[in-house]
């Protein structure tokens, strides 16, 4: 079991997949050219187009990823697994939470727009 400190070929790997993370967020905003990405709605043909609940649907499913691999990992570690470290299944365990917490905040949201739009005079 590793207990040590974590080595630079961990701190890598955490590092590219924030690299991989902040790619596919600024992707659609390397597509309209612009750094802001509303830029593009006063235009009359943006170049690309995110179907909303296509995006919704991909967030859920990476916050079900999460927690399904926190799970798994939890799991073998509790069974004493000596390729799983502590360390992992802490860093699993939080990005399963913080996920969570990002995908619930962005329901309150969204339903508290909801609410506004309903409350709207016509």
Known sequence: MNVGPIGNDQIQSMLSQLRSTASRINA????TGSDNPLASMGSSAPSSKVDFSVALKSALDQVQSYQS???????KFALGDNNVALSDVMMA??????????????RNKLVSAYQTIMNMQV
């Open 28 to 31: 659609p905003q390397a597509a």
């Open 69 to 75: 691999t926190s799970e798994s990992l939890g799991k």
């Open 93 to 106: 365990g939080q990005k399963a939470s913080i996920s969570l917490q990002s995908a619930v905040q962005i």
